[in-house]
């Protein structure tokens, strides 16, 4: 799919084209077609999966090449990888072209940063996007669609500069969220690390310490996958990760252990002591989360359609929004009963257009609830 405008960067360079980048690539490409020359540098081996999947147009395995004629430069390697090639690529570029990374943790970036680019053409980037797979092989064009971007810009970034990466990335469907580095790596430590430690600590004493449920997982039922999905996530994507922002994740991990604790000594409290309201709270807390969108800022309007277990269900689902020229924002399976059916929740850009879907999907005969 090409973009209905002109694209705000016609020569892009991405160093590092694994999962991130090559999604970025393959969304660059959907977007804007030809329109966009995409030059991809990492290994000769990842760079030729990159260029059968069409998520770049040439590749390099020069550096120096890659970035020759770029406008954009973006840094999608681990964050220790995008620190060290801050300064080699200072030196390859001029302050005209615009740098950027997807580092999930930003201040050690920056600070780096704000040292090699004193013209200020280094803006950070982390899209909050990623899954529980890694490299190439797992890049998706649509990996962006309603996720938070945010970016991290040095103090005194050209608004030019900013407004064009930001035009970018809206223009990949993500939602673009401007932060300082610190607050984003004091907000990454709660919402994204500790949250991997967590999983990979349940699913350790589930599945490993317990003396009885160890020898029971297929007992778990949804809930417990749920909890545990990023348990799944390779170390590799984290051997870098947890150092950087180690003291982040430390306030973070102490603040849950000491609230674990203290669930444990309600245990033994008439009416269970604060628990009750410990639950209340969460629950309040949690709904204040957009539930359609793969991040923190405006949530999107949705329906909860059930689809029974047939061939071509889905597909009528669809076909009718489509027919209705109303554009579906995101879909994710909730609940699923095998030869019965399932609830999807679908999600739409404002209500009118979820009333709108409403209406025509429960005339072609689907069970819809808002």
């Known amino acids: 799919m090409k973009s209905n405008g002109h694209p705000p960067f016609s020569r892009i360079t991405i160093v590092g084209v694994g999962l991130i980048g090559g999604s970025l690539g393959l969304a660059l490409k959907r977007r804007y077609g030809s ?34 004629h770029a406008e954009v430069v973006i840094l999608a390697a681990p964050p220790k ?40 053409n280094f ?29 991290t810009p040095l103090p005194r970034t050209p608004q030019e500069k900013l407004e064009r990466l930001v035009r970018l990335f809206s223009d990949l469907g993500a939602r673009v969220v401007l932060l300082d ?12 690390h500790l949250p991997q430690l967590a ?24 809930g417990f996958r749920d909890l545990t999905r990023i348990a799944s996530s390779s170390f590799e994507i984290w051997r870098h990760i947890l150092p950087m922002n180690a003291a982040e994740i430390r306030k973070s991990l102490s603040l849950f252990v000491e609230e674990l604790q203290l ?15 410990k639950f209340a709270e969460a629950r309040e807390l949690r709904s204040q989360i957009p539930k359609s969108m793969k991040g923190f800022v405006a949530p999107l309007a949705e329906l909860y359609v059930f689809v029974e277990d047939k061939p071509g269900m889905l597909a009528r689902l669809t076909t009718a929004l489509h027919e209705a020229k109303i554009n ?36 072609v005969g689907f069970e819809v609830e808002r």
Do not use: C, W
């Open 328 to 363: 579906i924002k995101d879909i994710e399976l909730m609940k699923i009963r095998e030869g019965i059916g399932g609830t999807f929740r679908v999600s739409f850009e404002s209500e009118a257009l979820a009333s709108q879907a409403e209406n025509v999907l429960q005339r």
């Open 123 to 151: 803006i950070g980037g982390h899209p909050m996007a990623g899954v529980e797979n890694s490299g190439i092989e797992a890049a998706h064009p649509l990996l962006f669609e309603n996720a938070v971007y945010v970016l």
């Open 35 to 68: 329109d966009v020359f995409v030059v991809g540098s990492d290994r000769r081996v990842v760079l030729r999966k990159a260029k059968s999947r069409g998520a770049i147009d040439r590749v390099s395995d020069s550096l120096a090449r890659a970035v020759n």
């Open 263 to 277: 669930y444990g000594r309600q245990l033994d409290r008439r009416g269970l002591g604060s628990l009750p309201k």
């Open 81 to 120: 990888a995008i620190v060290e090639l801050l300064p080699r690529v200072a030196r390859l570029v001029s302050s005209d072209v615009i740098v950027t990374d997807v580092g999930s943790v930003k201040r050690e970036i920056v600070d780096e940063a704000r040292r090699v680019f004193p013209r200020n």
């Open 199 to 222: 999983a990979v600590a349940l699913m350790n004493v589930a599945g490993r310490l317990h003396p009885t449920s160890s020898r029971h997982l297929g007992l778990a039922a949804g």
């Open 181 to 192: 580095a610190r607050t984003h790596d004091e907000v990454a430590s709660a919402v994204s």
